[in-house]
């Protein structure tokens, strides 16, 4: 091969690699490992993308015993109480429930409201950052997979000076005599692993497990591959978000494809079962009512 036709062919070898090492390129997928943790939950895609345009598709599901709620069905509107802040209410006794699921967007210079009498608050952050006070202004920073817990009647405020998505749980608090809870907060990597066995899933607990907290929030991880042994039938109530990965979820008869962003709501005694799919973790959290008597 001639030199100046050597030259001109490793000068466009070169340009192709150049290219391929932007934004646009070929080689521009490990930016995705640059994405901040749960960036899925507030910017999910739809597979295959044809359908991301289809006119009057939907994934959500709303059945007596359970529903799945999907991204492009979100419905924003203000949160009564709260400042420059848009809510998606996603789980709510309309449907079956005994307690609430919402996200919250809150923007620039934003605050919260406080919850009804009686009404318990969890929150967990899903991006950005947000500062929950006491009545005090005393207050702790909690950026994302933090998490706070605010007893009924709890004064307090979260507020953030930017960008910011938590999702909310809320429930009336049942009371037991001589026994009450506590204000805390706390993040997902400090919390211990948990025995799970006859089971392959790593667990985390986010709330004491003691007698006062009446629900709990678990932070579940499934390899790909990995699934649920136990087909659960129970009395108690669930509400999930899918934080990573994706999989196929039972609900009844009926058997789901699920994605990082996707709101489950399990009424009792509906039969569920998941296995994780794709090539990466699966994470999600699930609220479980504990420690009453069912009566």
């Not at 529903?67 to 996603?90: D, M």
């Not at 390899?223 to 669930?238: A, S």
């Not at 039972?250 to 296995?275: C, H, K, N, T």
Request: hydrophobic content about 40%.
């Amino acid at each position: 091969m001639q030199t100046p036709q050597l030259v001109l062919l490793l000068s466009v070898a070169l340009s192709f690699v150049k290219l391929g090492m932007t934004d646009g390129g070929f080689c521009s997928a490990p930016s995705i490992l640059d994405r901040p943790m749960y960036w899925k939950v507030t910017k999910p895609t739809l597979s295959p993308s044809h359908l991301q345009d289809l006119p009057g598709f939907t994934r959500s599901v709303y059945k007596r015993d359970h529903a799945l709620i999907t991204h492009e069905s979100h419905v924003f509107s203000p949160l009564p109480e709260w400042t420059n802040t848009l809510g998606a209410y996603l789980i709510t006794p309309a449907m079956g429930s005994h307690f609430v699921m919402y996200l919250a967007n809150m923007q620039e210079n934003s605050k919260s409201g406080l919850p009804p009498h009686d009404v318990e608050r969890f929150i967990f952050v899903v991006e950005g950052t947000v500062t929950v006070a006491n009545a005090s202004g005393f207050g702790s920073k909690l950026g994302v997979d933090s998490y706070a817990y605010l007893p009924p009647n709890y004064e307090h405020s979260l507020m953030s000076d930017g960008s910011a998505t938590l999702i909310v749980l809320e429930r009336r608090y049942a009371f037991l005599e001589n026994h009450n809870t506590e204000h805390f907060v706390g993040s997902t990597d400090k919390q211990p692993l948990l025995e799970t066995p006859g089971e392959v899933f790593q667990l985390r607990k986010l709330l004491p497990t003691s007698m006062p907290y009446d629900f709990n929030i678990h932070i579940m991880d499934f390899q790909p591959g990995e699934f649920l042994n136990v087909k659960e039938v129970h009395y108690n109530q669930h509400g999930l978000l899918l934080l990573e990965g994706q999989g196929i979820y039972r609900l009844g008869d009926s058997w789901y494809p699920v994605q990082a962003g996707d709101v489950i709501w399990m009424a009792p005694f509906v039969p569920q079962w998941y296995a994780a799919l794709g090539k990466t973790r699966s994470r999600y959290m699930i609220y479980k009512d504990v420690n009453r008597n069912p009566l």
